[in-house]
């Protein structure tokens, strides 16, 4: 009976060893691994797509917007299944302050803009560079209390209180 124990405790410690490396990777590299993406992600203007680049192509055409948005408007609309809550605070000196939050994620960035026809275009863009597409993104101002992103599928409905 003492053979057949012999070695018995050796199975049960690398089960014990297994779980610490697993417990290790999980809670040290898959967090590190996230952070170092979501730092990439941030950290670049987004891609646009085919579609959004023929919105922005044709607004540049329309006119600038005669009354330029001051102040603070807020929207929400859906990306990827999850709700986001997006706000635009237009303040002096043509600088645009954005914020979005989806999820557990707070994403916030500044810059200067300037219009190319009813683009805004960005310059000087500080934070999160993602909130920031390169060329431009399309604005129709429909009234002091409401403005439009619009986008291929529908627009992005922003009001100030």
């Known amino acids: 009976m003492k053979n057949s124990q012999r070695g018995s405790g ?8 297994g779980l610490i490396v697993w417990g290790a990777y999980v809670t040290l590299y898959v967090p590190y691994e996230h952070r ?7 950290s670049n203007p987004p891609a646009v797509s085919p579609a959004k680049m023929a919105v922005i192509d044709s607004y540049k055409a329309k006119s600038t917007p005669t009354e330029l ?22 303040g002096d000196n043509q600088v ?15 810059a200067r803009y300037a219009f190319n026809g009813a683009v805004m275009t ?24 409401e403005i439009h992103v619009p986008g ?10």
């Open 36 to 42: 170092k993406s979501m730092d990439a992600f941030r």
């Open 96 to 110: 645009i302050t954005k914020k979005a939050h989806i999820k557990n994620y707070q994403f916030t960035g500044s």
């Open 69 to 90: 948005p001051h102040g603070l408007y807020t929207g929400k609309v859906e990306q990827d299944g999850y709700p986001m809550t997006i706000s635009f605070e237009f």
């Open 152 to 161: 291929p599928d529908k627009a992005l409905v922003l009001t100030r209180p």
């Open 10 to 17: 050796h199975l049960f410690s690398l089960m014990v060893l």
């Open 122 to 145: 960005f310059s000087e863009v500080k934070g999160d560079a993602v909130l920031f597409p390169q060329p431009g993104e399309p604005l129709e101002v429909i009234s002091d209390t």
